[in-house]
């Protein structure tokens, strides 16, 4: 079966302040692909990054970069400076090769002026 | 280029009764997928489309279902609504793994 697991409900940072989100994920498959989306309070997902199985490079963009460690299922999302537009729900999410996404719970991040 | 587009934004029903969203894809992309997210959890994924195939279901009952149209778009139609059927409807199209997401749906069933 696959899963997704986001123990971080909800977080908290003073703006500025670097801010990780932690997802775990459990599947079976050898391809598999991982992406992270971002649901601001208008509720619309945007999509921030997608990596496959074979691609364990870390990702760096602007601000955001993503650690993708296989040995621990785990591919972890950090903000760093974080600013007042960061807040929102952000989701971990796993496919396998036919698309279906499985999303985690989401991580509520309040970045506080 | 547009987006994916979903109709209409918001809708309220009543119990028993039948709705019917609307999705448009991506311009190039042939497959959609469905999603359901309720209040604080994270989308569910629905039904998947492909070339007006059904490629995938999820654990929803029978009063859900949908269709892809030869221009790609697609309905979701929901019977006999409950409840519990109130979330954020979303769509998505995607094109070589990636999906892309519409703005959603808001069904409210009173």
């Known amino acids: 079966a696959q899963k997704v697991t986001q123990a971080q409900t909800e977080i908290s940072v003073v703006e500025k302040e670097d801010v990780t989100l932690d997802c775990v994920y459990e599947t079976r498959d050898t391809t598999y692909y991982l992406f992270w989306y971002k649901q601001p309070p208008s509720g619309e997902l945007v999509f921030l990054i997608r990596?496959?199985?074979?691609?364990?490079q870390n990702e760096i963009s602007g601000r955001y970069s993503w650690n993708f460690q296989k040995s621990t299922s785990s591919f972890n999302f950090t903000i760093t400076a974080s600013q007042v537009v960061d807040s929102a729900v952000y989701f971990c999410a796993l496919a396998n090769r036919d698309d279906k996404i499985i999303f985690g719970k989401g991580t509520r991040l309040h970045i506080l002026p | 280029d547009a987006g994916v587009t979903q109709s209409p934004t918001h809708l309220i029903k009543t119990r028993g009764q039948q709705v019917t969203l609307r999705c448009s894809p991506i311009?190039?992309?042939?497959?959609v997928s469905w999603y359901q997210q309720v209040l604080g959890q994270g989308p569910q994924f629905i039904f998947q489309?492909?070339?007006?195939?059904?490629?995938g279901r999820g654990n929803f009952p029978d009063r859900f279902s949908a269709r892809q149209f030869p221009n790609y778009s697609s309905e979701l139609n929901v019977n006999a609504l409950l409840l519990g059927d109130s979330a954020l409807y979303l769509c998505?199209?995607?094109?070589?793994?990636?999906?892309?997401f519409g703005p959603g749906t808001r069904l409210t069933v009173t």
């Open positions: 990596r496959n199985s074979f691609d364990e």
């Open positions: 311009s190039g992309h042939k497959s």
């Open positions: 998505a199209s995607s094109f070589v793994g990636e999906q892309y």
């Open positions: 489309y492909y070339e007006k195939e059904e490629r």
